[in-house]
């Protein structure tokens, strides 16, 4: 009786125990098939809890100019609070975007050829597709830097003045208003030379020298008539052409003076005309510094030197005349200053202050 009771109380417990097991693996097989039906404390799923939405949105615009018309290719660069930059280019209505912008604060910034950056700020808000309207670009400022040498600004200023006409008609090249005269090179006081001695009217001032000549009869020895005419036009002409070449063409080129005479055109009166007759006797250089003035003293004695050979023989004087000559030459660039300092510029068309 004892036994038949401890079998059948084993016999129950294994039936439990066997009840429990199935009930178990039932159970863990129906939490596999329906994750949702293990749900955390207070109901929400992993889903539904704000922390993990995505908080992003979208800005967007178009570029426009002063006038309103569409800017393309224009660079819109976007800086979140947080995150790396972003860059796009505008289309060809001038239009751009931005998707998958981090909620908040952004500045943008808008960069186009020929126009002002322009900065925009604003904030964007999660699943918001945020509209700038129209930027309007403002024109930028245009800034260059132009290197002009020294012998352009030179070739400018002697194309001035080679304008420069007493009354529009008697040439006045070997003079210089410019505040800031540049030296010419050796080029082109050879050009200049050529110009002024070659210039029509200078034939016909060396035809009235030689007229006057002809009437007082100086340099009897060339005789009356035309051909004592011919003969004082020559020697004038000579003369004058020896002058240029040599103490405004050759002399300044190898001595590296300036040939011009350098309007001063402030100061008293007095200073303007010590001024004036101290530059017969004194040149500037093409260093800039003042220094004896070789080229116009060693030219007219080279002239007259030259112009003893052919003058008739009995007025030539040799030396004496020479030197006589030389000063005479001196003397009348002084006064030649003067006028220049207080009446040339008045009547010479083109002396315009530059």
Not at 116 to 145: D, T
Request: charged fraction near 15%; include cysteine.
């Amino acid at each position: 009786m004892k036994k038949a009771l401890i079998a059948a109380l084993v016999l129950i417990a294994s039936l439990a125990w066997c009840c429990g097991l199935e009930a178990q693996q039932t159970s863990s097989q129906a939490a596999a098939e329906d994750p949702g039906s293990h749900r955390p404390a207070g109901g929400a799923t992993n889903r539904e809890q704000p922390g993990c939405e995505e908080a992003t949105g979208g800005v967007r615009g178009t570029v426009v100019d002063p006038n309103g018309a569409v800017v393309r290719g224009a660079l819109v660069t976007m800086g979140p609070a947080a995150g790396a930059a972003m860059q796009a280019t505008t289309g060809d209505e001038g239009e751009f975007s931005f998707d998958h912008v981090e909620a908040g604060a952004f500045q943008l910034t808008v960069t186009a050829a020929g126009f002002a950056p322009k900065s925009v700020s604003g904030v964007v808000r999660a699943r918001e597709n945020l509209s700038l309207g129209l930027i309007a670009l403002s024109i930028g400022e245009i800034s260059s830097n132009v290197s002009v040498s020294p012998g352009e600004i030179a070739r400018e200023q002697l194309r001035t003045q080679e304008t420069q006409r007493l009354l529009g008609v008697i040439p006045n090249y070997y003079v210089s208003y410019d505040p800031h005269p540049e030296p010419l090179s050796a080029r082109q006081k050879t050009e200049l030379g050529f110009k002024f001695t070659l210039d029509p009217v200078s034939f016909l001032v060396v035809g009235a020298i030689a007229g006057v000549q002809q009437a007082d009869n100086t340099y009897s020895g060339y005789g009356r008539g035309a051909q004592g005419y011919a003969k004082r036009y020559g020697a004038a002409y000579a003369t004058f052409f020896d002058g240029v070449l040599i103490g405004k063409v050759l002399l300044p080129s190898l001595l590296k003076q300036d040939p011009l005479y350098l309007y001063h055109g402030s100061g008293t009166i007095r200073h303007r005309a010590l001024y004036a007759m101290a530059c017969s006797v004194v040149r500037k250089g093409d260093n800039g510094r003042w220094q004896p003035n070789y080229s116009s003293i060693l030219g007219d004695l080279a002239a007259g030197g030259i112009a003893n050979t052919y003058l008739p023989a009995k007025d030539r004087n040799g030396a004496g005349l020479t030197f006589q000559s030389a000063a005479i030459n001196i003397a009348g660039d002084a006064v030649g200053n003067l006028v220049q300092e207080f009446l040339f510029r008045k009547v010479t068309t083109h002396s315009g202050k530059r």
